[in-house]
């Protein structure tokens, strides 16, 4: 079974507008760390943004916020204003602390922004 | 600058050749992993290593093999008994790798873009 699930393969946004990657996630270890990374065409992963199973609040960094709801096992990726530069895949990913080296990733989305 | 090196950027290998792919880090992570990439896809691991000379199977290691001989490296090598080596790959490395711990993010390298002829 899949422990990362990324529904949406590609998605388009109009520069400028905020735009919602969808995540949800499998595991019965209530430890677990949630990751979401940026790859550009160039190939490079790039970390954007972490949250804790234990974490009371969603995570922040700059225009990334991570829209965590536990019960939900979801942890959806919300880029405001978008960017031209935003285009690239990204891929969510989860670290459990029984499994403490190992991430899974999801198969990512597409992003594509608009001018 | 702290960071990973991989190399070459691009490796092309004949049929039935090995080949080995480097992988450097002086973040002095004690975890190195190797992952796999196919177009469109997401990341496969390879391989992955807690420590010096210790390492263990991934998910798809059949056909590649690692050493772990220095803290700071971590080369792949991409062996005849692979039969579908093309592929991108990717080199990580995190802080720690203790039981319990999920904060540590992976850093990653900008990979190697394998093509078999």
């Known amino acids: 079974a899949q422990k990362i699930t990324q529904t949406q393969p590609g998605m388009f946004v109009q520069e400028k507008e905020a735009v919602t990657l969808d995540c949800t996630y499998d595991?019965?270890?209530?430890?677990?760390?949630l990751f979401w990374y940026k790859q550009p065409s160039s190939g490079e992963m790039i970390f954007l943004i972490y949250?804790?199973?234990?974490?009371?609040q969603n995570a922040t960094e700059g225009r990334y916020s991570l829209n965590f709801q536990k019960a939900r096992k979801s942890a959806n990726l919300v880029i405001s204003a978008s960017q031209l530069g935003d285009s690239a895949m990204y891929f969510c990913?989860?670290?459990?602390?029984?499994?403490?080296?190992?991430?899974?990733f999801g198969p990512g989305t597409r992003l594509s922004v608009l001018p | 600058d702290g960071g990973i090196t991989q190399s070459p950027k691009y490796l092309f290998r004949k049929e039935g050749q090995n080949v080995t792919l480097s992988c450097e880090q002086n973040?002095?992570?004690?975890?190195m992993y190797w992952y796999r990439q196919d177009p469109g896809q997401g990341l496969r691991l390879i391989y992955y290593?807690?420590?010096?000379?210790?390492?263990q199977k991934g998910d798809i290691a059949e056909g590649y093999s690692v050493s772990r001989e220095k803290k700071e490296s971590f080369p792949l090598t991409v062996t005849s008994a692979q039969k579908n080596p093309t592929a991108f790959y990717l080199c990580?490395?995190?802080?720690?790798?203790?039981?319990?711990?999920?904060?540590?993010?992976?850093?990653f390298g900008p990979g190697t873009r394998l093509t078999v002829l």
């Open positions: 990580a490395s995190s802080r720690s790798e203790r039981q319990g711990l999920t904060t540590d993010t992976q850093y």
């Open positions: 595991t019965s270890d209530p430890s677990y760390g």
């Open positions: 949250q804790g199973s234990y974490d009371q």
């Open positions: 990913a989860m670290r459990e602390a029984s499994y403490g080296q190992n991430f899974v």
């Open positions: 973040l002095n992570h004690d975890a």
């Open positions: 290593s807690q420590i010096v000379n210790d390492f």
